[in-house]
């Protein structure tokens, strides 16, 4: 039997792939390639077929009772940075705050879905949404291949709360996956807003788009542009340890946990996304 202090499974889920990693160790890390598959079109679309492709996987992995943390890509989710009220001095203040944002920015009653936050009556704070639909097929599907859930947490807060503390004065934090880059910009050492943007064909080889880009959201943040940028997931090599212009641009998790192939693919990064290395 695995055992569960020096054993732990991690799963990644995109809209195109669900990936499932055993980790061992403690100190030093390692993780095992068990499955790495494409999810059907209609997968994607529905929970039920979803946790049906994930309940196939994980029966043919044999990982149960295992603890184990799903880790979701930012496009399942919603990310919103939220502002308490004036003299709030609750939880249920910061969770109306929440809750109203959420309508204001999407248009929709928060009631289909399952809010979280990082609750703070003085400061901003961020807020994530998942949709119930999902949220419970993971977890029943959890339950019923005998695994300790953890957590299921997007990949962007994950990676923050693995490496805030990390950040250089001045940086602001990026989370990137697939063709689609997470941005968080840092205002004193806080997290002050969360955007999520497509990055376009070729941008990837492109030296001047990110620069380019976080130029745009500093002004329309009123924030000074950085002059650093710190990123994390699956970065490209030209963007990491490189000076762009006045940006410099550095990877964080440079060091994460190799499979056995001493590979690691966009899958195997997201599924190790805030692993300890």
Known sequence: MLNPLRHSL??????????????????????????NAPIAEEAAA??????AQLDSMLAAANCSRLATTIVLSDDWTRLLMVTPPKNSGSLQDCRAAADMRFQNLYGEPVSGWMLEADWDARHAFLACAIRRPLLDTLQQTALKNHLKLISITPQFIAMWN??????????????????????????GRR?????????????????????????????????????????????????????????TCTRLDACLPLTEN????????????????
């Open 162 to 187: 693995r490496w805030k503390r990390k950040l250089q004065a001045n940086a602001w934090f990026g989370a990137a996956h697939a063709d689609m880059l997470t941005l968080g910009a840092v205002d």
């Open 262 to 277: 001493g590979s690691i693919a966009d899958g195997s990064r997201l599924a190790s996304s805030g692993m300890r290395s």
């Open 46 to 51: 529905t929970p039920e077929r979803l946790g």
């Open 191 to 247: 997290l002050c807003a969360v955007r999520t943007v497509a990055i376009p064909a070729g941008a990837w080889q492109e030296k001047h788009w990110l620069p380019e880009h976080l130029s745009r959201e500093a002004l329309r943040l009123n924030l000074p542009m950085p002059s650093h940028i710190q990123l994390c997931g699956s970065v490209p090599g030209q963007w990491a340890t490189q000076t762009m212009g006045a940006l």
């Open 10 to 35: 991690r799963i990644g889920i995109s809209r195109t792939r669900i990936t499932l990693l055993k980790t061992s160790g403690l100190l030093r890390p390692r993780a095992n390639l068990l499955a």
